[in-house]
């Protein structure tokens, strides 16, 4: 019996690495009963910082461990992107003062209960990422990177959907995030409801490295033509020199005018209403 209970303690540490936390149904079916569950956390196995989740003890609790969790056992398409992922990149020069950083994932998936009962510091939030249409990407039961067929990815494909992978703690744990230019589009999706044209254009204004072919991908790929609009009159607004490398023979930038700023200045070329305050090359 000692022995048995050594080895499943012994097994439990080779599948769930130090620091991710492990829903109950992700432990029942690697053959941890509640009860025995319920011993291990007063035997200080394990810890159960919220119901219905445990992690093994050791190094305090961080947002990038749930992401982890959420890629690595859950199999979420869930990736760090938006805001997030450019304010972690020091792409975020200008972060709003409101006391808890929001983490904002995008994808299909509707987050877990206990992800925001942790006590973190962080609050996190999911944005669906229908506008990307199907290039999603999740890890498999092996851990292995697949596209939203199940079909393996490598790292060439993964770029391809506008994602990358960021490396993270004692682990090494690759994470998804979006990448510079696929995160740029995911903050103005969320323009003007719960982003201002102001704090887009900030981040705009640090968005002189994106790479043309990429963004001319992502912006065929997109199916907001608000977005697309928006973006691209922000874009010349700063004068990036990728702008004249940018192909959008294949964009569909819709048709007729798109208002964002009631009583604001149209923008000629892409007939999109700014805010009359951004400044005097807004036309």
């Known amino acids: 019996?000692?022995?048995?209970?050594?080895?499943?303690?012994?097994?439990?540490?080779?599948?769930?690495?130090?620091?991710?936390?492990?829903?109950?149904?992700?432990?029942?079916?690697?053959?941890?009963?509640?009860?025995?569950?319920?011993?291990y956390v007063q035997s200080g196995w394990l810890s159960s910082p919220a119901r219905g989740v445990y992690r093994r003890p050791g190094p305090p609790l961080k947002w990038q461990h749930v992401v982890a969790s959420l890629q690595f056992l859950a199999g979420s398409f869930a990736?760090?992107?938006?805001?997030?992922?450019?304010?972690h990149r020091g792409l975020g020069h200008y972060v709003?003062?409101?006391?808890?950083?929001?983490i904002f994932l995008y994808g299909p998936d509707v987050l877990p209960a206990w992800v925001n009962k942790l006590g973190l510091q962080e609050h996190f939030v999911v944005r669906n990422d229908a506008m990307f249409g199907n290039l999603r990407a999740r890890r498999d039961a092996q851990g292995q990177l697949v596209d939203f067929h199940g079909e393996p990815l490598h790292s060439g494909q993964l770029a391809a959907l506008g994602l990358q992978q960021m490396t993270w703690g004692a682990w090494d744990w690759e994470l998804l995030y979006a990448s510079d230019e696929r995160a740029m589009l995911e903050v103005l999706q969320d323009v003007p409801a719960k982003e201002s044209v102001h704090e887009a254009d900030v981040l705009m204004q640090g968005m002189a490295h994106l790479r043309p072919a990429r963004m001319a991908a992502l912006l065929q790929a997109c199916a907001s033509v608000k977005v697309k609009r928006l973006f691209l009159a922000l874009a010349e607004r700063h004068r990036h020199q990728?702008?004249?490398?940018?192909?959008?023979?294949?964009?569909?930038?819709?048709?007729?005018?798109?208002m964002l700023a009631p009583g604001g200045k149209l923008h000629a070329k892409y007939l999109i209403t700014l805010p009359a305050d951004l400044d005097d090359q807004v036309r």
């Open 1 to 39: 019996m000692g022995e048995h209970k050594s080895s499943k303690i012994n097994q439990l540490q080779d599948l769930l690495d130090e620091g991710l936390l492990a829903p109950t149904s992700w432990l029942e079916k690697q053959g941890y009963s509640r009860a025995l569950l319920s011993r």
């Open 79 to 87: 990736h760090v992107g938006g805001r997030t992922a450019l304010v």
């Open 96 to 102: 709003r003062m409101s006391g808890t950083e929001t």
């Open 242 to 258: 990728w702008l004249a490398h940018l192909d959008l023979s294949k964009v569909d930038l819709g048709t007729g005018k798109r």
